[in-house]
């Protein structure tokens, strides 16, 4: 156990990323597991993730505009084509949704085969690198952040389903480069467990809270324990959601 690094200059924008990621993906999450779609965030975060190793094999500069624009345009496609089979075959999106995921994580394979420094790539896109994230990143987050919020809850159930899926990609290409397709996937799926058994206000603000929990602790534990950020703060994420959900399945 090391107390050095308890740095709050390096441990700050790790939770203020956390938290950002969190302020999109509870709601959605909430809204994917109300679908029946689970794995559509796994599925759209692995086609994002695709998109930035093909901006990276073809030699555009890591983070630029290039790359976003790969990354949201990639994201933007699986979303497209999901709001299309959910229309035409819908007794099988999830089945569909799985496959998307399943190609796009071995296309992404692929094309890093011959990188030397595939393997550390692919583990960023996986866990990510919360602890380096830059406050570049994170103001441009936050605005991003802001103007979804500001749709998803002033447009409410008037975005459709091409705006719900629309949302859904941007958010989740944002929050891969912040946080890595593992956390994605906690963040929306694990608070919305948690809080199932709830409705409106009271379900939105249990699942955040769940969710600061999680990201606390496991922020911490990392940087004391010196282990990879993204795997803790996963577990101690659903730490927070049984605790949680213990709790609101007792009182109810």
Same mark, same amino acid.
């Given at each position: 156990?090391?107390?050095?690094?308890?740095?709050?200059?390096?441990?700050?924008? *790790? +939770?203020? *990323?956390?938290?950002? %990621? =969190? /302020?999109?993906?509870?709601? =959605?999450?909430?809204?994917?597991?109300? #679908?029946?779609?689970?794995?559509?965030?796994?599925?759209?975060?692995?086609?994002?993730?695709?998109?930035? @190793?093909?901006?990276? /094999?073809? $030699?555009w500069e890591p983070r630029g505009l290039?790359?976003?624009?790969?990354?949201? $345009? /990639?994201?933007l496609g699986g979303a497209l084509l999901l709001t299309f089979t959910e229309k035409r075959w819908p007794e099988v999106q999830e089945a569909l949704i799985g496959a998307l995921f399943v190609l796009a994580a071995c296309a992404g394979l692929l094309l890093l085969a011959n990188n030397p420094h595939g393997g550390e790539h692919l583990k960023d896109l996986l866990v990510g690198q919360i602890l380096w994230v830059s406050y570049g990143q994170l103001a441009s987050a936050a605005v991003l952040t802001a103007a979804l919020l500001a749709l998803w809850f002033g447009a409410g159930a008037r975005i459709g389903r091409i705006g719900f899926y629309t949302i859904f990609a941007v958010a989740v290409t944002a929050s891969v480069q912040l946080v890595g397709i593992y956390l994605v996937f906690a963040s929306?799926?694990?608070?919305? =467990?948690? %809080? #199932? #058994?709830? %409705?409106?206000w009271r379900q939105l603000l249990w699942g955040y809270a769940t969710g600061v929990a999680g990201y606390a602790t496991g @922020?911490?534990?990392?940087?004391? +324990?010196?282990?990879? %950020?993204?795997? &803790?703060?996963?577990?101690?994420?659903?730490?927070?959601? &049984?605790i949680a959900g213990t709790w609101l399945g007792r009182r109810a």
């Open positions: 156990m090391t107390f050095e690094m308890l740095d709050p200059l390096i441990l700050g924008p *790790a +939770f203020a *990323a956390g938290l950002l %990621t =969190l /302020a999109t993906h509870v709601p =959605l999450g909430q809204q994917v597991l109300a #679908r029946g779609i689970v794995f559509i965030d796994l599925a759209i975060a692995q086609v994002a993730g695709l998109g930035v @190793i093909a901006a990276d /094999a073809l $030699g290039a790359v976003q624009i790969a990354a949201v $345009g /990639a994201a929306l799926i694990v608070p919305a =467990l948690a %809080t #199932r #058994r709830l %409705t409106g @922020i911490l534990a990392s940087a004391l +324990f010196d282990l990879p %950020t993204g795997a &803790v703060t996963v577990w101690t994420l659903t730490l927070a959601a &049984v």
